[in-house]
Nanobody
Framework: QVQLVESGGGLVQPGGSLRLSCAASGTIFSINAMGWYRQAPGKQRELVASITSGGSTNYADSVKGRFTISRDNAKNTVYLQMNSLKPEDTAVYYC?????????????WGQGTQVTVSS
């Protein structure tokens, strides 16, 4: 059974930084692409960053240049470094596994971690 545990969220001022972590178990982590999604109140969940099994990355335009996704296959963990945070980044952040190149995303979700950007 796939389990995903997100952590690292919190309250941060605009312009600040946070590093999110997602620990995965129950899957052969190294062959999966991993994605970070977020869902703000009243909005649909959206993909903000992804990394393939080979390490190729992709970002939503809204976070490009500010967020960095990375992975540590030895720890079965994917990270999201978030810099220059804006109030519009406020959301619950989730990770999700997918096929190796990220062409298909599997229906597994963790509990999410809340990120609040506010002064």
């Amino acid at each position: 059974q796939v389990q995903l545990v997100e952590s690292g969220g919190g309250l941060v001022q605009p312009g600040g930084s946070l590093r999110l972590s997602c620990a995965a178990s129950g899957t052969i982590f190294s062959i999966n692409a991993m994605g970070w999604y977020r869902q703000a109140p009243g909005k649909q969940r959206e993909l903000v960053a992804s990394i393939t099994s080979g390490g190729s990355t992709n970002y939503a335009d809204s976070v490009k240049g500010r967020f960095t996704i990375s992975r540590d296959n030895a720890k079965n963990t994917v990270y999201l470094q978030m810099n220059s945070l804006k109030p519009e980044d406020t959301a619950v952040y989730y990770c999700r596994p997918g096929s190796s190149h990220g062409s298909r995303w599997y229906d597994y979700w963790g509990q999410g971690t809340q990120v609040t950007v506010s002064s």
